[in-house]
């Protein structure tokens, strides 16, 4: 199975910074990675498909890249409502697989 | 967009089994491959099981495999999950999931249910 390993496990920002969040993959995925965002007791939302592509609705300041086995999904100008856990899924291979999260907390 | 709700989740005992349900609103259902996502108490997503849209093609985690089926009735718009053998371990919110762009899986999950709840406890 592929494993998916994210980085950091937490990152204590503030509201207007930057967050760069990584995803790496044990094998190559070419370019179907997927990132999603959940607040507590919530579902997960999808922002990012195809490593890059924007899911329709989701702000800009959320944007996506990489290829292989190498990802990131990046948050410039963070926002209140931003603070959540972060998870990103291949699904190049079955069985798809998540990686084990990324919380954003206030600092 | 569409809107899944699942049912089915309870309290069941240590061997026991149950079947977890997901009925589909708001697009054509047979155009979508769908999945099953479990989350445990506290812990991270795990991906269970998905099928494409006719239900001819399915596929499992390998800590699943051989006690959970997937299925689907495309007459009803609903997705199922029959659970066996159950364990400890298979304690979680069950979450039904919709591929984003088709019958393809590359694309992500876009609308999710809000989870139905199954906990293995003696």
């Known amino acids: 199975d592929i494993q998916l390993a994210q980085s950091p496990s937490s990152v204590s920002a503030s509201v207007g910074d930057r967050v760069t969040v990584t995803c790496r993959a044990s094998?190559?995925?070419?370019?179907?990675l997927s990132w999603y965002q959940q607040k507590p007791g919530k579902a997960p939302k999808l922002l990012i498909y195809?490593?890059?592509s924007l899911q329709s609705g989701v702000p800009s300041r959320f944007s996506g890249s990489g290829s292989g086995t190498d990802f990131t999904l990046t948050i410039t100008s963070l926002q209140p409502e931003d603070f959540a856990t972060y998870y990103c899924?291949?699904?190049?291979?079955?069985?798809?697989?998540f990686g084990q999260g990324t919380k954003v907390e206030i600092k | 967009e569409g809107q899944l709700v699942e049912s089915g989740g309870g309290l069941v005992q240590p061997g026991g089994s149950l079947r977890l349900a997901c009925e589909a609103s708001?697009?054509?259902?047979?155009?979508?491959?769908m999945n099953w996502v479990r989350q445990a108490p506290g812990k991270g997503l795990e991906w269970v099981s998905g099928?494409?849209?006719?239900?001819?093609?399915?596929y499992y985690a390998d800590s699943v495999k051989g006690r959970f089926t997937i299925s689907r009735d495309n007459s009803k718009n609903t997705l199922y999950l029959q659970m066996n053998s159950l364990t400890a371990e298979d304690t979680a919110l069950y979450y039904c999931?919709?591929?984003?762009?088709?019958?393809?899986?590359?694309?992500?999950?876009?609308?999710w249910g809000q989870g139905s709840t199954v906990t293995v406890s003696s």
């Open positions: 899924q291949q699904a190049h291979t079955f069985p798809s697989t």
């Open positions: 999931a919709k591929d984003n762009l088709g019958d393809f899986y590359y694309y992500g999950l876009d609308v």
């Open positions: 099928i494409g849209g006719s239900g001819g093609t399915t």
């Open positions: 094998q190559g995925i070419g370019s179907w």
């Open positions: 708001g697009f054509t259902f047979s155009y979508y491959a």
């Open positions: 195809a490593a890059s």
